[in-house]
Each structure stands twice: as C-alpha cells, then as structure tokens.
C-alpha cells in the first residue's frame, strides 16, 4: 500500500515538473531552425567553430544529434561533408547498425549518408530523385565509393575543407553542451524534494 502511495505521488510530482517545463521546450524549440540555419551557414563559410561543432555532433553525440547533425551535411557541402560521409560508407558497425533513443529511432548513418550524398555534389553519379530502400543500397554504395575514390583529387579542394578540425572526445563534450539539437530537448531538471 505504502509503495503505491509513493508511486501515485511520484507520477502526480513529475506530472507538474513536465507541465512546468512545457513552455520552455516549445521556445526553444521555435528558436530550433533559426540555430540550425545560422550554424549551416556558417560552417558553409568555413567558420572553425561552426565545422568542429556539426564534427561533434556526428562522431559523439546522441543518435538524434548524430541523425540531425548528418541531414546537415548536405547544405554544409565541401570535402568537410564529403569526407565524414564517405567515412560513414564503410562497413564499420557504427555506420551499419540502426540508430535510436528515447526520442526516435532511425536508419543507419551508412543509409542516411547514401540520402544526403547527392545533395552535396554538383554533378552526383546517382541522381537525387533516385529513391533508396533499407537492404537494397550494395549497388549505390559501390557506386559512391568508386566515385569518390576516382574524384578525391578534385573533392579534396572542395570548400569548406575543414581542414584541423578533429573531433576529439574532450573537446567534443564541451562543444556538445552548448549544442543546438541537444537545447531542443533539454534534461528535466527535476527538485530534490524528499516525499
């Protein structure tokens, strides 16, 4: 009975800390595409601090991040996105296995670089209207790996290159914190109320 008790008040304190939390979420959630724009554009432009946060997002962060910050490479463009796509071609099970938390659950970063390639070359060897299906992507990925392995003197020049910018698990958390994906849906931070 105690238990129960317990249990009831915790759903019905959580319950007014989520509802709490609500107009918080849905602001900065507003604020979401206006950050995001700003950040692609930026790291267009080459801007260091814009191409090392958009790295971190897609070798440490959370499988929305990873998913978000790869959608983003398509407008980034250059061999700095050519490069961490390429990356996720391979067979490394990070690439293959499927993504998923709390939030959502997605395709695999192998599949999604084979989506957003196309939108970031001028001329792709597949074209963008070309529709992909989970479990028939062998023939599209040797197409893109023989691609970019005939074209990497050209590519390599392509801007922004992204050049020194390594993404490294301490440097990464820092620049994960301050992340815009991750203010969307920020932790509830709830009291330390003793019941």
């Known amino acids: 009975m105690c238990k129960r008790f317990v249990g009831i008040v915790f759903v019905l304190f959580f319950a007014q800390v989520l509802t709490a939390q609500l107009p918080s979420v849905a602001q900065r959630q507003s604020e979401l595409p206006a950050l995001v724009r700003r950040q692609i554009a930026r790291a267009h432009q080459g801007q260091r601090e814009a191409l090392q946060q958009l790295a971190c997002e897609i070798e440490f962060g959370t499988p929305t991040v990873k998913h978000n910050g790869t959608a983003k490479l398509g407008s980034v463009g250059g061999w700095f996105s050519l490069n961490i796509l390429s990356r996720m071609l391979s067979d490394d099970p990070a690439y293959t296995g499927g993504l998923g938390d709390y ?93």
């Open 103 to 195: 939030w959502a659950t997605y395709a695999p970063l192998q599949f999604q670089a084979l989506q957003v390639l196309p939108q970031t070359v001028a001329d792709p060897p597949i074209p963008v209207t070309q529709r992909l299906s989970l479990g028939q992507t062998s023939s599209e990925l040797q197409i893109w790996r023989d691609w970019l392995a005939r074209s990497h003197d050209t590519l390599v020049k392509l801007e922004p290159t992204g050049e020194g910018i390594i993404p490294s698990k301490k440097l990464c958390k820092k620049v994960l914190k301050t992340d815009p994906d991750s203010v969307a849906f920020p932790k509830l931070k709830v009291p330390n109320h003793s019941i």
